[in-house]
């Protein structure tokens, strides 16, 4: 009998439970010697994994106590551990339910989400919400599990290419929220930046109205083919027209560089941008080079990366605007016309006194 055969015959239902899903080969290469510092892997819904520093085989403290012996360091954490089919303890769900509210409650309110479109069901992180069938209720299931790894194009599709609506008047400054932090940005030059920093760079005076920003991100090649029906509008109506205020119009593009290798390919990237955006605009075009950018684009709700996005920012950094997709001549339309309003100067009128002074000048 091999020993993958005599694991599963000794282990409990639990652990059963908990192995069904994985490489049965994986625990026959397990190996036993050496020190064991155990690490903890956190999968969804809270769940904890723990693995030997000496192998890649992850297994559970009381299955690898099966095989090897129960450690000291395995002791204190083999009555903790729970499997997929028991479902989460309380202390997990109230764990899950204090980050989910945290995260939830950075996400941009006023974003409208397209009803037709996937966006509205996703959970911060990634998730969505999926009924079990046989024990009733819901349960939190990866988004490419539940909906597919095509859903994003899909969506395209439903929605018009238009994942979030445009707002119909610019947002209340009392309802405003900051655009998110990203940063570890370079521009075209070279020069490295974080936003939203980088819009209100030349805003000493720290005045609302002072200059408004048209924010472009993209992160495929497909989205980014979308941005010029929203970005050659407000060039013509803002900084390439008959203008004397153009300097307090700005048009910054971001680009989306996301996984492990595209550090190595930076270099290839930017010399690709750089042909495709004209060189006066290549101070204001940021680039992305990291992991992850999921936090931010879920506070600004573009789940769908294979749309473009586009926002309209004051002069002190706050969302006044959002659209998405391919701009239609009423969205643009209304989209100059906030741009307009974010930047019209209050009139400061001097008081006048209802009672005006009579009276002889002194000599």
Known sequence: MSLGRIVFSRSPRSERGLLSGWNRNLVNDLSCNGPRQPTTRVMSRCYKLHTCSTSKSVVSPLLRS????TPSSYQSAAPSLRSFSEGPSSSEEDDWGAEYEALTAQRNKNIIMNPAGQGKNILPGGYVLKKDPKKGGYRKVILEHS???????????????????????????????????????????????????????????????????????????????????????????????????????????IIINEGRMVKLLSPFITSGTKKNVPESDHANTLLYYGIDAEEFRDILRMHNIYSGYVFLVDGIGRVRWAGSGEGTEEEIHSMIGIAKDLTKRLQKQLPQSQNPRIGKRVQ
């Open 66 to 69: 099966n095989i090897c012996g």
């Open 147 to 253: 909906l597919g790894y095509f859903w994003a194009i899909k969506e395209l599709a439903t929605t018009n290419k238009k994942p979030i609506l445009s707002n119909n008047a610019v947002i209340p400054a009392a309802e405003a929220e900051e655009f998110p932090f990203l940063g570890d940005l370079v521009n075209l030059k070279g020069e490295a930046a974080s936003i939203p920093d980088f819009f209100t760079r030349n805003n000493r005076s720290k005045d609302a109205s002072a200059k408004c920003t048209l924010v472009a991100i993209s992160y495929k090649d497909f989205g980014a083919q979308l941005l010029p029906s929203w970005i050659d509008p407000f060039d013509m109506a803002f900084r390439k027209g008959v203008n004397n205020e153009a300097d307090r119009y700005e048009v910054v593009r």
